[in-house]
């Protein structure tokens, strides 16, 4: 398996020129360290990794075209080409590249619906809209991707104006980590929500990643 890093934009180009070579997938870096326990876990070596900055999720408009220059830069070299990545607030602009490509990827919205599956996802939600969800990643990073920049640290007084229509915290946990559980109950907890857990495993990551990894391709090379 070969990892890679961040990118720069640059022009889609079309269908892999070298077919028969290796899986090419582009992923969210909020999703890497379960993908690489996926990929470690079912020894798959003919992937070849994109990680995008996870900070994309702030402006998901740059969303489609920073996936599409991975996708021009893995093109040549792999005869499958796979996005795990859900629809992320895209409108659909995200499948219109991928389409240039032949590419598939995660089926959903975003992370939320692909771990507890779409059908399972909106029946909670439409149960529940007042729901904040935190995946394992967001459990870790809680502090520094929700409380700070939400500027509740420094102004709690906010708490009320942004989650006032919120009646629950539910964790989607992707692993039985009784540290991250117990920072997704102090979440809840300091935003003033209920508290609930459901354990998702990894979902559709997992298989959307496995059936594509189970079409024919070489040992990856560096």
Known sequence: MEQLGAISGTSPQKKPARPGLRLGIVACGALAREIGVIVKANGMEHIKLRYLPAKLHNSPDEIPEAVGAALSELAPECEQLFVAYGDCGTAGKLDAVLAQFGATRLKG???????????????????????????????????????????????????????????????????????????????AKRLGLRFERISTGFGALETGIRAAASKEAAPCTK
């Open 109 to 187: 919205a975003h992370c939320y619906a692909f771990y507890a599956g779409v059908e399972n996802f909106n029946t909670l939600h439409d149960a529940e809209p007042g729901t904040f969800y935190l995946t394992d990643y967001l459990a870790r990073q809680f502090e520094t991707l929700v409380y700070r920049p939400l500027g509740l640290d420094r102004h709690p007084e906010l708490l009320e104006s942004y989650f006032s229509n919120y009646t629950r915290l539910l964790y989607l946990a992707q692993s039985d980590d009784a540290g991250l559980e117990a920072k997704a109950r102090d979440a």
